[in-house]
């Protein structure tokens, strides 16, 4: 398969884009219809997790290299066992809102990162072989560090009426 092609800047934009495309007419894509090579690299920030019948709970079964770090791989762990103040672990911490509402799920925020702060975005997809079941996600997630600013100070305009100047 040819690698899908978004003009979108953002991961999770380019990611929706290709969710509703392999979709095509059903209320979410099936299994077979996620191609990890059809992503290029945007496929180094993505996993995908699958219901588990004899676990009762999500599982990954398969995740991108800049998601999958540390010591210990999260392949065919559960989505509770991701190590916490991750990237993936961000990511699914919004299953159970996007299982209760069926819909994709975007989230972003600041989090700290030992000294520094991310600014991250997560987009958590769902997947299924049958129509009325999530069976799955597809999940997306990226960051950037944000840049310590001094904090700017507003200094009274002596040109502005009711202003005091000092």
Known sequence: MAIFFSAERRLV???LDY???VRETRRWPRFTSIEPTALGPDWLNCALLRWSESSGCFRFTAIGAALDTGEASLL???AAECPPDTLVGYAVESIDRALARQ???SLGAERPRGDETILYRSII???GDEEETIGGFLLGVNCRVLQHVEKIVEFPNPDRPGQPAT
């Open 13 to 15: 934009l380019r990611l």
């Open 19 to 21: 969710w509703q495309n």
């Open 76 to 78: 065919d762990k559960v």
């Open 103 to 105: 819909v994709p799920m």
């Open 125 to 127: 997809l769902p997947l």
